[in-house]
Each structure stands twice: as structure tokens, then as C-alpha cells.
């Protein structure tokens, strides 16, 4: 799966919000590119993610999507990483469109940086 990032973010709306880890998140279509873009660099463009059990629950225009994600990568040093999350997305209904609002691979884990904190 080739990584194409100008095609990844027409899967974002305009005004979009990802968390990149606890306690730094960035908003606009422009500055989730440049996350995913050295993300994918800090881990040698190695990342592969694969979806587990998915939740959907829709409300209107706006729907929420709880996923079990699994990420297996391998940084530029060598070290093997599997992480396994249950993400957190929001998705908005635009113009016959389901696009991301919320992107949140950490999931409710937000919460315990915040406690720990």
C-alpha cells in the first residue's frame, strides 16, 4: 500500500483535527499532511495498519467511529514497533461526502497522559 498523502487527505475535511500524540494536536488539512508525512518518516515509511473490530454510531450529519487499529512499523534505528489501539474518529456528512473531523488513534488512552499528568 504506496503511502499517497495528497489522497489520504481527501478523506479530511478542510477544518479538520488530528491528535499526533497526547498533548499536541493540529488542525487543517495542510498541517495533517505534514504530520502524516513525518510520522511516516520517523518510522522509515514502514508503517502498516491493519483494522480490527469497527463501531459505528451515526447521529445526523455526524458520525462517530470507534476501531480497533493494529500499527506494525520499524523506526530509522531498526526497532520493531506493533502498538495496538482503539482508535477514536469523527466523521462529518459534507456535501454527500463522509468526511474526517476528528482523527484520534489514541483513543479514551488520551485520558490517561491527563491523569498521569
Not at 498523502?5 to 495542510?30: I, N, Q, R, W
Not at 445526523?60 to 495496538?84: H, R
Request: glycine share 6%; aromatic share 8%; charged share 25%.
Amino acid at each position: 500500500t504506496a503511502e499517497d498523502f495528497d489522497e489520504l487527505m481527501k478523506f479530511y475535511a478542510d477544518d479538520a483535527s488530528l491528535v499526533v500524540k497526547p498533548g499536541l494536536t493540529v488542525s487543517g488539512k495542510e498541517s495533517i499532511r505534514r504530520a502524516f508525512v513525518a510520522i511516516a518518516d520517523h518510522f522509515n515509511n514502514s508503517i502498516v495498519v491493519t483494522q480490527g473490530e469497527i463501531q459505528v454510531i451515526q447521529g445526523g450529519d455526524v458520525a462517530l467511529v470507534i476501531m480497533e487499529t493494529l500499527l506494525q512499523a520499524t523506526d530509522k534505528d531498526g526497532v520493531k514497533t506493533e502498538i495496538s489501539r482503539r482508535a477514536t474518529y469523527v466523521f462529518r456528512q459534507i456535501s454527500e461526502k463522509w468526511l474526517c473531523v476528528v482523527d484520534n488513534s489514541y483513543g479514551t488512552s488520551l485520558l490517561d497522559s491527563v491523569v498521569g499528568s
